[in-house]
Structure formats: structure tokens, C-alpha cells
Antibody
Framework: EVQLVESGGGLVQPGGSLRLSCAAS????????MHWVRQVPGKGLVWVSR????????SYADSVKGRFTISRDNAKNTVFLQMNSLRSDDTAVYYC??????WGQGTLVTVSS | DVVMTQSPLSLPVTLGQPASISCRSS???????????LSWFQQRPGQSPRRLIY???NRDSGVPDRFSGSGSGTDFTLKISRVEAEDVGVYYC??????????FGQGTKVEIK
């Protein structure tokens, strides 16, 4: 069974940093692209970033480019999202998604003073 | 970026009756490989999204056959043949042809009358 478990969310002040992790199990992690998608509570889904299977290729939404960095450790079956220079409009639930098909339960990031 | 436009945004339905959601894209979604990467997701209240349909009309494993997807080019439809209580939630279309970014529709809220 595919399992994706996000962690690392929490309350952070504007301008601060946070690192999200997503631990994967139940499938061959190194074979799949991984994505982060976020959702402001009560609002729609917004794609944030993706990384290819070996980590050599990444893409970002314009709203996070230059502030967020996606990476992965295939030996530990984990994908990360390093979020710097956080703003209030980054407040959302962040989902880890395998190949835009299987979703984790999400982790809430709140940016507020 | 490809803009995905769903209608209606709210859909009250009677149990046992059919329901239909439209999704239109601002560009044709046929990829150079011949596939059309249009997916549908269901998000039940308090849950993570779940993919129902991929490549326009292919149901994911475990998805009831009352759900069907159709369309081509820029016009796509998700149909529920007979709505059940467990179908309440928000439905999103998403395109994965012209990336980045992957883009979602605004969501359609399905509720029981």
C-alpha cells in the first residue's frame, strides 16, 4: 500500500524558514516523480513543485521560485521541501503527491507573527 | 499557463440522480506523445484529494464504475451516473500536459439536496 507521510509543518514568523519532509513507503520510491501541492483551508489546490525520479530535474510555481527548494533522498525514501523567506500567503496545507496520483495526508504551515 | 475552468462551482444533487461537471482548458490538452493528461480528483470533507480518473477516461483502481470521464481537446466532463451519499465533496480537474505548472480547476462542490 502506498503511504506518504508529511511532517515538518507548524507556525513560523514571516521571513522565516521551514523544511517539510515526506516519508514514502509501499512502492519503489526512486522510480517516481514527486510533487508538492498546497491548499489554503477552504480553497482550491495549487501545484508548488516537482522533482524527477533521480533528483536531477526540478520545477517550481512562479509564486515560490527562488524561495523554495525541493530535493529527495532515494536511499531514505524521502522528499523534502525547504521553504525560505516565508510569507503570510504561503499559509496552507502542503501535500506530498506521488506522480500526481497518490496523496499524503498533508501538513499545515502557518506563517504569522 | 493553462487555465482550467470548471462549471458549475456548486452542484446540489438528489440521491440516485446523475450529476455532471464540466472542465474547460485554455489550450488543447493533447500532448506530443498523443496522450491527453487530464485527471479528476475527489476531495471528501476533511480528507486529502483522491484521484478518480486519469488520461480523460481511465478510472483508478477501486473507483466505482458510476464515475466516468470523457472529452477531448479543451472540453472535458466528469459524470456520476447515480449519486450516493459518499460522493459528497469537492471535485477538481487538473491538466498535466503543459507543465510546469500543473494546473487545477477551481473545484466543484457536490452536495445532496
Amino acid at each position: 500500500e502506498v503511504q506518504l507521510v508529511e511532517s515538518g509543518g507548524g507556525l513560523v514568523q514571516p521571513g522565516g524558514s521551514l523544511r517539510l519532509s515526506c516519508a514514502a513507503s509501499g512502492f519503489t520510491f526512486s522510480s517516481y516523480w514527486m510533487h508538492w501541492v498546497r491548499q489554503v483551508p477552504g480553497k482550491g489546490l495549487v501545484w508548488v513543485s516537482r522533482i524527477n525520479s533521480d533528483g536531477s530535474g526540478t520545477s517550481y510555481a512562479d509564486s515560490v521560485k527562488g524561495r523554495f527548494t525541493i530535493s529527495r533522498d532515494n536511499a531514505k525514501n524521502t522528499v523534502f521541501l525547504q521553504m525560505n523567506s516565508l510569507r503570510s500567503d504561503d499559509t496552507a496545507v502542503y501535500y506530498c503527491v506521488r506522480a500526481m496520483e497518490s496523496w499524503g495526508q498533508g501538513t499545515l504551515v502557518t506563517v504569522s507573527s | 499557463d493553462v487555465v482550467m475552468t470548471q462549471s458549475p462551482l456548486s452542484l446540489p444533487v438528489t440521491l440516485g440522480q446523475p450529476a455532471s461537471i464540466s472542465c474547460r482548458s485554455s489550450q488543447r490538452l493533447v500532448h506530443s506523445d498523443g496522450n491527453t493528461y487530464l485527471s479528476w480528483f475527489q476531495q471528501r470533507p476533511g480528507q486529502s484529494p483522491r484521484r478518480l480518473i486519469y488520461k480523460v477516461s481511465n478510472r483508478d483502481s477501486g473507483v466505482p464504475d458510476r464515475f466516468s470521464g470523457s472529452g477531448s481537446g479543451t472540453d472535458f466532463t466528469l459524470k456520476i451516473s447515480r449519486v450516493e451519499a459518499e460522493d459528497v465533496g469537492v471535485y477538481y480537474c487538473m491538466q498535466g500536459t503543459h507543465w510546469p505548472p500543473w494546473t487545477f480547476g477551481q473545484g466543484t462542490k457536490v452536495e445532496i439536496k
